[in-house]
């Protein structure tokens, strides 16, 4: 009977198993997972999970009972040593097991601060899986004092669940604007007034120097223009890398993260990869979305290829951030945007629209569900926005869907 191994149990390895039972797939299916809880979703972590506001139970994305009535094999809390792609064997420890087809969807690594700074002392926490946030919760206090080291999406979220709890928040980003790799300055300069309404000192073109600590816990930050800080704990969001080990020492071809083709296939015919740790073709170009949306789907039209569907990936890429009251939602990929319009709306809604030339590329939408959502059906269809209609707030954008 044929066996299909699937390794990294989060989103995308749990989309992809569910997708080949499924799609009619009645072989074997192993799927092998580091952490020992069930496959879960992590955007609630560093947010409603952190606040208290959700039972680990919620965040499970599937019972245990699902796994065993479709005959799905989980081995958690099970580190995978090494990939035999001519063998077609997997090596956990002395324990062989062979495969059939083999999907990677191992996820990604979030960037730590290196020990020669400070990196390993108690207190200096990542935000990326239920170790890492069960960690850090009983730090996140009314009083206590906390530093952000990034100011990317990941920190300010962790921002945001600090000051809300009544940490005394800084953060720290070394470009010369929060936000400035993935946003445009307009989206810098709000996301700025919003944690600055809510308490939040964020200190741009300043980057962390070393930590500092009394018996091995945290204590203090030097930052890069000399100036300290006391800190009872550090937050450090300053992104993450695609956790492509296992593939490249199998001699996997590797070009930012395991390249695939556009059916989500290796450089080996029976090796597959999808989510974050894969890199795939879009538009010309090679990318990697970090997102659930990307997971989910990369993965089930994965599933699908790997029963010889060879159907196309054709990436949708959108994602959301939660801050406060405030909910950010993109449509779109804005590199090589050339020009913003502003679409302004009642308080904190506002939607900043990127074109290149005049063709709409993406859209950052805040509080306004409507303009993402006819920005994110014009990107998806090609179609473009006239930028006159968008900038006037009194202008009904549905139109625009019929143009």
Sequence with gaps: MTHIAVI????????????????????????????????????????????????LERLFLRPESFYAEQNITLRLGTRVDGIDTASKEIHIGDEVI????????????????????????????????????????????????????GGGYIGLEAAAVCAKRGVSVTLVEMADRILQRVAAPETSEYFRQLHGDHGVAIREGIGLNHLEGEAGKVTRAVLSDGSTLDVDFVVVGVGIAPAAELAEAAGIEIENGIRTDEFGRTSDPSVWAAGDCASFPYKGQRIRLESVPNAIDQAEVVAQNMLGAEKTYVATPWFWSDQYDVKLQIAGLNSGYDTVVTRQGEGRQVSFWYYQGDQLVAVDAMNDPRAYMVAKRLIEAGKTADKATVSNPEADLKPLLKA
């Design 8 to 55: 990294g149990a989060g989103q995308a390895g749990a989309s992809l198993v569910a997708k080949l039972r499924n799609s009619g797939f009645d072989g074997d299916i192993t799927l092998i997972g580091a952490e020992e809880a069930l496959p879960y979703q992590r955007p609630p972590l560093s947010k409603a999970y952190l606040l208290g506001e959700m039972e």
């Design 98 to 149: 062979a495969y059939d087809q083999l999907a990677l969807t191992t996820g990604s690594h979030p960037r730590r601060l290196p020990a020669s700074i400070g990196g390993d002392l108690d207190g200096v926490f990542v935000v990326r899986d239920l170790k890492d946030v069960d960690a850090m919760a009983p730090h996140v206090r009314e009083g206590a004092r906390a530093l952000i080291v």
